[in-house]
T-cell receptor, first 113, second 110 residues
């Protein structure tokens, strides 16, 4: 069984479109995250939620809006997509923010043309 | 200064050698440190965590932490071609934000 699953795996779209990426974890973890990995492999945190509550909101354009309907789901909606949004987006979860490891989903490769 | 720094590599070592990967961090208050391995096209996976000064060994992997020098390292003994990957150092800031370095690409050649 997949622990952290995100869909879609690939997303190709044009500038200006709006798209969503979905993430679900079946580990019973309280905290979920969105990370962005750019072409240079730099993995940068975007958001984190703990029990549906927003904990971390990094300097991310407000075109990015996370939504957590329950603690097992954290979706990412992106409005007015730009070329610079092209990256791999990873969802992750952890039981405890302080010491437990992150479990990553398989990533969504977003390509904006 | 970047929050977590790593040499991007590539670090090339022959099979059977010891690979040494290094990481420095800027926040003196950080208490939790992790090493993740990422194969090309895959997601990062945790291989080691360390919370106190000194060495921590797990199989062929040894993590070393020196909080006074703000330095974390990962040693891989008896390196195998299957160890070829990008190794990401991660440091927990403010008890809630895991910050990653840019990763070091390791190449183990037969």
């Amino acid at each position: 069984d997949t622990a952290v699953s995100q869909t879609p795996k690939y997303l190709v779209t044009q500038m200006g479109n709006d798209k969503s990426i979905k993430c679900e974890q079946n580990l019973g973890h309280d905290t979920m995250y969105w990370y962005k990995q750019d072409s240079k492999k730099f993995l940068k945190i975007m958001f984190s939620y703990n029990n549906k509550e927003l904990i971390i909101n990094e300097t991310v354009p407000n075109r990015f809006s996370p939504k957590s309907p329950d603690k097992a789901h954290l979706n990412l909606h992106i409005n007015s997509l730009e070329l610079g949004d092209s990256a791999v987006y990873f969802c992750a979860s952890s039981q405890d923010q302080e010491v437990s490891p992150l479990h990553f989903g398989n990533g969504t490769r977003l390509t904006v043309t | 200064q970047k929050e977590v720094e790593q040499n991007s590599g590539p670090l090339s070592v022959p099979e059977g050698a010891i690979a040494s990967l290094n990481c420095t961090y800027s926040d003196r208050g950080s208490q939790s440190f992790f090493w993740y391995r990422q194969y090309s096209g895959k997601s990062p996976e945790l291989i080691m965590s360390i919370y106190s000064n000194g060495d921590k060994e797990d199989g062929r992997f040894t993590a070393q932490l020196n909080k006074a020098s703000q330095y974390v390292s990962l040693l891989i003994r008896d390196s195998q071609p299957s160890d070829s990957a990008t190794y990401l150092c991660a440091v927990l800031y403010n008890t809630d934000k895991l910050i990653f370095g840019t990763g070091t690409r390791l190449q183990v050649f037969p």
